[in-house]
């Protein structure tokens, strides 16, 4: 009698447990999208993949979501080739009626940093047009190598335009933006008559330290800016290196920034800053260049090391000194339409506006693009 009671429970258990499934998770298929994923309350989601045209923040048109083009493999440095194939500043825009948005993304590789969010470095920020700019909606949060998540709840069914980041630091090899299955979505493509802005740099130009993609101050600027701006920033390797003046040489631009003095010593300022310059001037002889000066390190003053070693307020002021020399003999040379922005008040003066000294936060992101916004709006507008 206790092994039938027993056996009866089991039956009941098992066919409560199928009706849980087919109650909470509906599949699926369709020409516009992959399998259709459902949330508690039932929602289905018709996937789509991005267009290769859509992907703003990227200078070539190939598939996927690198920032180099494969025929740099094998002319930059690997390090730099590595670091090219995560997809910081990178951003897709587009258009829908669906009250509910989700995201399904894949990456190469699972990565958690000890100065960074995981948000930051793998997952996906989503930001809204509202009264002519853009406003956070949320982040996807990365839980493994294949996600997925809900971004909005319930929206009015009424046109709606959204922007969506991708990671800072990881390479992500898939991409899909789910909506309802009675909703539209489309891509906008790029604007192929408005020129980017490029920006070569550091850690500190791919995002460290912001809490999330949006965060980083080449895509405040763009949103701020309302410009494409293609994010060439290599963490530990912005060492302006000839095989990246070639890269930059054949991006049409309209403005150059260039952001590597963290990355370099004086000697490699004064070994290679000069002939980058130059070898950008001849192949963009028309376009404007601006240089930064060294991005503060906010522990520099209370380390008082000698002049040799990294960090040390001596050897930051080397730094700066150094790359300053060197844009005044250029300017003193003839070079035209050459700009300077001073590190001065850039991440501001209270000591809180970095995550580890080094790399700025959230506060210090938002500072930089502060002081970059206007400087480039007058040196844009001097252009025009």
Request: hydrophobic fraction near 35%; glycine fraction near 6%; charged fraction near 20%.
């Amino acid at each position: 009698m206790k092994k039938y009671i027993l056996y009866i429970v089991g039956i009941v258990l098992f066919l409560f447990s199928i009706g849980w499934y087919f109650l909470f998770f509906e599949w699926e298929n369709s020409d516009q999208g992959a399998t259709v994923i459902a949330n508690s309350d039932v929602h289905s989601f018709i996937y789509h993949k991005i267009p290769s045209l859509s992907v703003l923040g990227q200078y070539h048109q190939e598939k996927g979501f690198n920032r180099l083009e494969q025929q740099s493999q094998g002319k930059v440095r690997p390090k730099v080739w590595q670091l090219s194939q995560h997809s910081a500043g990178l951003s897709i825009r587009f258009q829908s009626d669906s009250p509910y948005i989700a995201a399904n993304w894949s990456l190469e590789r699972e990565r958690h940093m000890r100065n960074m969010t995981d948000i930051a470095t793998s997952g996906l920020d989503l930001y809204i047009r509202k009264d002519s700019s853009w406003k956070y909606v949320a982040s996807a949060i990365p839980n493994d190598l294949h996600n997925h998540q809900i971004l909005t709840h319930n929206l009015s069914n009424s046109p709606q335009e959204y922007l969506l980041y991708l990671p800072l630091y990881n390479d992500i090899t898939d991409l899909e933006i789910g909506v309802l299955p009675e909703s539209n979505l489309s891509f906008e493509k790029k604007e192929e008559d408005v020129l980017p802005i490029v920006i070569y740099g550091t850690s500190i130009t791919q995002g460290a330290s912001a809490s999330r993609p949006g965060l980083a101050y080449p895509s405040i600027l763009s949103r701020t800016l309302g410009k494409e701006i293609i994010n060439l920033g290599f963490s530990g390797n912005g060492r302006m290196e000839m095989e990246l003046a070639e890269v930059i040489c054949g991006i049409p631009n309209q403005l150059i920034i260039i952001d590597c003095t963290p990355n370099m010593s004086p000697v490699d300022i004064s070994t290679y800053a000069s002939s980058f310059i130059n070898q950008i001037r001849d192949c963009h002889p028309d376009i404007p260049i601006l240089i930064i000066e060294n991005i503060p390190n906010a522990s520099a003053p209370w380390n008082h090391e000698d002049a040799e070693t990294w960090g040390s307020q001596t050897f930051e002021m080397q730094q700066t000194r150094t790359i300053r020399e060197i844009f005044l003999q250029l300017q003193n040379k003839g070079m035209e339409d050459m700009h300077y922005l001073s590190s001065d008040g850039l991440i501001g003066n209270d000591t809180e506006a970095t995550i580890d000294g080094i790399h700025p936060n959230d506060i210090g992101m938002m500072r930089i693009a502060n002081q970059l916004e206007p400087v480039i709006r007058s040196i844009l507008a001097e252009s025009e």
